[in-house]
């Protein structure tokens, strides 16, 4: 006889269904598979007058998360409500009463997980979040055992539909960045607010995963920084393919001694990289290990499904050994151990920069003094005819690889000239 696992659900907006829809409707696949019996028994939700499309008879559902929590058969309960309040406080408690917990929650884990990590280790339960990055990829399990013998040197994740798919549209049909956006959010692909998403904020939660799971300790989301795409022109987009290169928003962690350099930013990737082919709303996540090479994962990023799918993989995997599973197992995140990050400070880069000038003689060589000055060499540089914007020209500069710290100071000295507009537009390579 099969053995059997009881589940609650705490939340059944999208993702939450879509995790219910799983364990109702191919409750005989997952048995044959696992060789465990699933059983919703709680969903706990404030609205149940709306129509999900699922028969819930036998199973309870509630607006109470007290009865999920105090259930004594609860062996394992899916938090799918989102954001950091009121899901921190739940899971917490969830936790202190001895149930194992899966959830989505990119947020809660970025900014919340060291708690999280440590109530887990205090009561000898678990906490997965495969879901919380990549959706259907299964990027945190791969992390975590995969590529457990290998030290992780890099990762690159287009790990934001929204933007990838905004992106994508403005290379593709030349649309602006506001025309593209209007057509995700008609397509369903950006929240009405779409603010973290394009300001590199949901990319920066997901790395802050990435990055603690690579480096065996917690990283501080705080830390990250992170620019958005909200700045781009189809003229960037424009030169950016003159020049071989397709721009992407990219969550970067690369490793250099004992410290590691994180950031989020639209990034000019070249064309023939496979990051550069990723389209739409899917999302890749770019991996080289030190003994395993270069690894792609692919796939959809959100969704109820492909998300919930996820959600399920953490089930079963908790389902498998229970009773060891009650004692705790070693976490992949230390949340004691600390990560030393780079400051932008110590980071060097190659950049692409936009700026516009009026159209007057002279202008070219006090800017390229300015670089000069701090010891920025350019590679490329190209100026186009008056673009009709009070007699704005724009110039687009590519350069070799300089400090972070030196470019900083050089655009602030140009942004001073009278001759050019505030509004410098600088992006980096990928290297």
């Not at 960045?177 to 929240?191: C, I, P, R, V, Y």
């Not at 989020?264 to 996540?285: D, G, S």
């Not at 990023?301 to 993989?313: E, K, V, Y």
């Not at 490329?380 to 070799?400: A, C, D, F, R, W």
Request: aromatic share 8%; with cysteine; proline share 4%.
């Amino acid at each position: 006889m099969e053995k059997e696992v009881k589940i609650g659900i705490l939340g059944l907006g999208v993702v939450g269904t879509g995790v219910a829809k799983i364990l109702l409707e191919q409750g005989n696949l997952l048995t044959e598979r696992t060789g465990v019996q699933f059983r919703l028994q709680i969903a706990v939700d404030l609205d149940w007058e709306r129509e999900r499309g699922l028969n819930f008879e036998g199973v309870i559902t509630t607006t109470d998360f007290n009865e999920l929590v105090t259930d004594p058969e609860i062996d394992i309960i899916v938090e799918t409500i989102g954001g950091v309040e009121p899901a921190f406080s739940l899971v917490m408690r969830a936790l202190a009463a001895g149930k194992h917990v899966v959830t989505a929650n990119k947020a809660l884990i970025a900014i919340k997980g060291k708690e999280l990590l440590e109530q887990a280790q205090e009561y000898g339960v678990e906490l997965l979040f495969e879901a919380s990055v990549g959706g259907g990829i299964p990027i945190i399990k791969s992390l975590k055992e995969g590529l457990v013998g290998n030290k992780i040197l890099s990762i690159y994740g287009i790990v934001n539909g929204t933007s990838n798919y905004i992106l994508t549209r403005m290379h593709q049909e030349e649309l602006g960045f506001a025309e593209a956006l209007q057509e995700a959010q008609a397509k369903g692909f950006a929240e009405a607010d779409p603010t973290l998403d394009v300001g590199g904020g949901d990319a920066a939660h997901k790395l802050t995963i990435l990055a603690s799971l690579a480096s065996g300790g917690f990283v501080d989301f705080n830390a990250i920084p992170a620019e958005g795409i909200a700045e781009l022109t189809t003229l960037d987009i424009n030169f950016a393919k003159s020049f071989g290169y397709v721009i992407k928003l990219l969550a970067i962690c690369r490793f250099n001694g004992k410290k590691i350099d994180l950031r989020v930013h639209p990034t000019l990737v070249p064309k023939e990289h496979l990051l550069a082919a990723v389209n739409n709303e899917l999302n890749a996540i770019f991996v080289t290990g030190n003994y395993v090479g270069d690894t792609m994962f692919y796939g959809p990023g959100a969704g109820q499904l492909p998300t919930a799918s996820a959600i399920i993989s953490d089930i079963a995997d908790l389902s498998r050994d229970f009773p060891r599973r009650k004692k705790g197992l070693q976490q992949p995140i230390n949340p004691e151990k600390n990560v030393a990050l780079f400051s932008l400070d110590e980071i060097s880069n190659r950049y692409y920069l936009r700026l516009f000038t009026l159209d007057q003689p002279g202008i070219l060589s006090k800017i390229s003094g300015v670089f000069g000055k701090y010891g920025i060499s350019i590679s490329s540089m190209v100026q186009l005819e008056t673009h009709g914007e009070k007699n704005y020209v724009p110039i687009v500069l590519l350069t070799h690889e300089a400090p972070e710290k030196a470019m900083f100071k050089a655009l602030s000295e140009i942004k001073e000239f009278d001759f050019v507009r505030p509004d410098i537009l600088r992006l980096r390579l990928f290297k």
